[in-house]
């Protein structure tokens, strides 16, 4: 299985880590000095990204907190394209996380599993996210209905 299978699948897997990115910032030490617009930064001083504030960046995203729309990530739009780092759900550049394509294909395994047997409901408001820890997750409860289906999805 590659990124290219199931593409609105993989795409709605990305619009919800653009939503709700699992890490609240990735670090990373500049290896030379670096100036950006106005500022320098220093050689061997770390860098704090946050994938939460670049999923929400106008420039990049066409109304990125209005709704979940997975299309963006989908031509004609392709809208995390708009530049290099436009989208960073599993960091970027040279270091981006090398378990990214081990995640998607675990990841659409399991919900193409869900989506094709199970009916799935969620029984009040989705939760907020809990940015307590390193890696966020949702506050409880945590709630799901579900209910197997007759015959699944074909």
Known sequence: ??????PLLHASVSEALRLRPPL???MRTAMTDL??????IPRTDTIFLSPVYSGLR?????????AYDPYRFLAPRNEHEKHTHGWV???GGRHRCLG?????VQIKTIWSYLLR?????????LPVPNYEALVVGPKPPALLKYRR???PLV
């Open 100 to 104: 990214e394509q081990f995640a998607y």
């Open 35 to 40: 100036q950006i617009k106005d500022v320098v």
């Open 24 to 26: 609240i910032f990735l």
């Open 1 to 6: 299985m590659s990124r290219h299978d199931m």
């Open 89 to 91: 759900g599993f960091g």
């Open 149 to 151: 289906r007759a015959q």
């Open 117 to 125: 047997n199970f009916e799935l409901e969620a029984p009040s408001a």
């Open 58 to 66: 106008e420039e990049i995203f066409s109304k990125p907190t209005e």
